[in-house]
């Protein structure tokens, strides 16, 4: 009998808002989950306006970069793999950021190209899933960018477009809660954004619709009603696009007091929810899906199993 080697991997995926830890024991078939983590950071803030890193931003995710490292070495980390998506891929002021890792980690983070955080995100969140219920189109709504990937067993199209929440946010909903005119010129923008990718990728083709994502899983946490953020009640729920555009109108109508009072709602989430879930709406009715499986598998499962 041959014995399967189990190692012990890091992943770490630094996006636009959030910056998150996997640590997890990883063989040929096996995943054991050790340490999940998540700070959202905005190091994207200000990026789609200016090109380049905020030094407040850098120093914020540089901070949890320490308190992941130390993390890491306490757990007895083997390998390690630290990816940056939409942001990094933009800032042109990205070494610093860049260096400020490896000085930390004693390891290049990559930046990737959003093809290959779609194959990541891809393998993550599908791992739950029969191939009878395939093909996918799985919906990564980021900071920076959203991903649309197509596919049953593996990625057979992907596109990345510039319609994450930060981005939105800042692009069209300046000046805190946005009036219906920002709306329409956001949805425009989305749109228009949603009609490209759709010329690579057969968004209305596929079986099942899965988001993944803090966007995602926030709308899942409000249409579930929950009193607190519960990871484990959000994994694998479904949720119809009707309830998806009520939360979405309701998370653009509210004002800022009432969406921090939400107990599930992460404090880092407030002011980008709205543009968030907007985009998840518009996606819904573009590809006529009547609902989407919320999944907490995402591009982080994905980087821990690509290490073994």
Not at 97 to 106: Q, T, W, Y
Not at 249 to 272: I, N, W
Request: aromatic fraction near 6%; proline fraction near 3%.
């Amino acid at each position: 009998m041959v014995e399967t080697l189990v190692m012990r991997v890091a992943a770490i995926d630094c996006g636009t808002n959030s910056i998150r830890l996997l640590i997890a024991d990883v063989d040929g078939t096996n995943f054991r989950e050790i340490v999940r983590d998540m700070e959202i950071v905005r190091l994207g803030q200000g990026v789609d306006k200016t090109g380049q890193f905020h030094p407040d931003a850098i120093a914020r995710t540089l901070a949890a970069v320490d308190k992941y490292a130390l993390q890491i070495a306490a757990k007895g980390v083997e390998k390690i793999r630290f990816c940056a998506t939409s942001a990094t891929r933009d800032a042109t002021n990205r070494d610093l950021f860049i260096n400020g890792v490896k000085e930390r980690l004693g390891i290049e983070p990559e930046v990737i190209p959003g093809e290959v955080e779609a194959a990541l995100s891809f393998q993550g969140a599908t791992k739950d899933f029969e191939k009878n219920e395939g093909p996918f189109l799985v919906i990564d709504i980021g900071g920076g960018s959203t991903e649309f990937v197509f596919g049953t067993s593996f990625v057979e199209f992907a596109k990345s477009m510039n319609i994450g929440c930060v981005r939105m946010s800042e692009r069209h909903f300046t000046g805190g809660d946005p009036d219906p005119g920002q709306i329409a010129a956001a949805i425009e923008d989305i749109d228009e954004a949603i009609a490209q990718a759709a010329k690579i990728v057969p968004i209305t083709q596929a079986k099942t619709l899965i988001a993944v994502a803090g966007t995602a899983t926030t709308v899942a946490a409000a249409a579930l009603d929950l009193a607190a953020y519960d990871r484990y009640a959000i994994h694998l729920s479904r949720i119809s696009a009707e309830k998806t555009h009520a939360i979405s109108k309701m998370f653009l109508s509210t004002t800022r007091a009432d969406r921090e009072a939400l107990g599930y709602m992460h404090p880092g989430r407030v002011d980008v929810i709205g543009a968030g879930s907007l985009v998840l709406s518009r996606i819904m009715l573009a590809t006529g899906a009547t609902e989407f499986v919320a999944s907490e598998s995402d591009i982080l499962d994905g980087m821990a199993w690509s290490l073994v």
